[in-house]
């Protein structure tokens, strides 16, 4: 038996890894930037396992093989991977029967979504760390209502701007989690920095990085789960889970989210969030969206769009000041080359 | 020797160890051990012992034992700390402080 790297042309390999994954039940995962396999003899594959990022995904072995520890085998050589690519904390999404295979080759639950779902990391104080990173960064422990808003700010709009004004007028802090992952045309970096400068002249507003623990909905892994509003759901659950432990650290008591006319899928989280969350002490506020002058509702992907279709002016009463001369400087040419290249912008 | 960049070294297989190292402050370990209840402290023990022999003094330090010898963990701990500060591929003190 051997392991080996399976590139994603070598189709015959891709198809038996397809296999091998319909045969313990998954499908193979649509973002994926690595795949091994164990290959026996005859060549045929009996384990394999994927990457994407920082997250490892998409394992399985062979039935007619387990107990032979492969999956060791598989974890060991994404790991080595992994470390010359310079990321040493890892994380996993995965079963919670499957857990326990996890944990015995060096990783510690996170959260769980019962039945359905263990994200674990390979640090042992990973997120305890983070919690104290952010109780560390300031606005903790004081009195009177603590807000939270988690965005994307793929760019920061005034519709994200709105919603930020409002909950820091009704709240002493807002604490402002922006998604740190790096996906899509606009860095990661760039859009922290856009709501910083977007939102200076708030006293009362925290940002935060939400660091590896609240990942895109573009990226999560629901390659083991049954249809994709299951996947949608346990995402938000997860993101509970998650969210209620940073809460309890921050002292939040209420979660701010903006109404979604338009798209299920966020309306489906913002379902999830406001049945789960009063449960643990957290009201969820769904805040009205703020339409333009002349009645169009402010999105960041209308405005993704105009900048792909090269119309940026169209969209400039969507914009705040700070975002809007960023676009207009020499620093974003790159940028928005790279957003006019994407064939689809709306659908991050 | 100082801990200049991660490095990792050993598998995940059984009777192995994966010693991965990161600079630190001070002596950092985290430890998994398939036999943590049995030989937890011994493991420990050799991997805090190797480091000093080797004079780091700040690191971080992650083991995953999969119910490795004394002697393997040894091997895994040299081999991690010396590919951290790129003294894998030549200046290796046989005889000196790797005995």
Known sequence: MYITQISPRDSRAMKQVEALLARTGLTLDGHLDYTCGVFDEDENLVATGSAFGVTLRCFAVDPDHQGEGLLNQVITHLVEMQTRRGNLHLFVYTKPASAKFFRDLGFYPIAEVPGLLTFLENRRTGFSDYLKSLSASGGAGEAGETAAIVMNANPFTLGHRWLIETAARESRTVHLFVLSEDYGPIPASVRLRLVRDGVADLPNVVVHETGPYLISRATFPGYFLKSEEKILRTQAQLDTALFVQIAKTLGITVRCVGHEPHSLVTALYNDVLSEALPAHGIRCRIIRRLHTADDRVISASTVRQAIHDGCLDSVADMLPETTLSFFRSPEATPIIAAIRAESDVVHY | ?99
Not at chain 2, 32 to 60: F, P
């Open chain 2, 1 to 99: 020797m100082e801990i200049r960049k991660p490095a990792s070294a050993g598998t995940l297989e059984s009777s192995d160890a994966m010693v991965t190292v990161e600079p630190g402050t001070g002596i950092e370990l985290s430890l998994t051990s398939s036999v943590m209840n049995q030989y937890g402290r011994q493991i420990k023990k050799t991997v805090l012992e190797t480091l000093e022999r080797l004079d780091v003094k700040d690191a971080k330090v992650t083991v995953v034992d999969k119910g490795a010898l004394d002697c393997t963990i040894k091997a895994r701990v040299e081999c991690a700390v010396f590919r951290s500060c790129d003294k894998s591929e030549n200046n290796i003190d046989w005889g000196g402080v790797i005995r």
